[in-house]
């Protein structure tokens, strides 16, 4: 892979809990890695909470992990499919802008219509890229673990206190420290380190 990756997220959170041990990981090793959330999801925001707050919540997080300036777009939450072509032509724009060797979005598994639309319109417009899926097991009735990212206590860390920044997301046990350790632990495991993350293998382009 070339040192340049772009992160699909298709709701602020989305990356950071796919990948952000491995992000965190190929900032450390000089990786130019770009995140884009295609939602802000403002229409499901708690309402104690301002309605911009995931806003501040992804900045927060995205900077623990090395990414100073995360992309953000306004598609309407759980309603992507409505904005398929709309969606496409944003992440064509990106990849002629930032032109990653490597695409990280949801998985093939993921059964959330936002993720799916995501999926397929990032297949579309990387035709040129690798693109790895990342694991949510909330959405996955199954998985292809095809491909890992091992990862130290450092990086691993980091994704805690990145996840640990979305204060109107701390109810949803995923987001809890003991899962994310427990699943990196789980991954490690599998390939013989103390943590990792998993990763279906979309598409791999070698040059």
């Known amino acids: ?25 190929f900032i450390l090793e000089g990786y130019d890695v770009q995140y884009v959330a295609l939602s802000c999801c403002e229409e499901s ?7 911009d707050i995931l806003r501040t919540e992804v900045k927060a ?30 992440l064509i724009a ?35 890229c690798t693109i790895l899926g ?8 199954t998985f292809n673990t095809s491909a890992f990212v091992s990862l130290d206590e450092e990086c691993l860390q980091k994704k805690i206190d990145a996840l640990a920044c979305y204060e109107t997301q701390k109810e949803r046990p995923y987001f809890s ?9 789980t991954r490690g495991t599998q390939i013989e380190e103390r943590y990792a993350e998993a990763f279906e293998v979309i598409k791999w382009v070698l040059r």
């Open 1 to 25: 892979m070339t040192k340049r990756m772009l992160i699909v997220s298709p709701h602020t959170d989305d990356g950071e809990l796919g990948c952000g041990g491995t992000i965190a990981r």
């Open 45 to 51: 925001v708690p309402e104690e909470y301002p309605r």
């Open 61 to 90: 997080a995205t900077k623990i992990l090395g990414i100073d300036d995360p992309i953000l777009l306004e598609f309407e939450v759980r309603k992507f499919p409505r904005y398929r072509q709309e969606i496409l032509d944003a």
């Open 94 to 128: 990106l990849r002629n802008e930032i032109k990653p060797a490597t695409v990280c979005t949801p998985s093939s598994f993921d059964t959330h219509q936002d993720h799916k639309v995501t999926r397929e319109e990032t297949l579309r417009a990387f035709k040129q």
């Open 134 to 141: 990342y694991e949510q097991p909330w959405n996955n009735i």
């Open 177 to 185: 420290s003991d899962f994310i350790r427990g699943l990196a632990i």
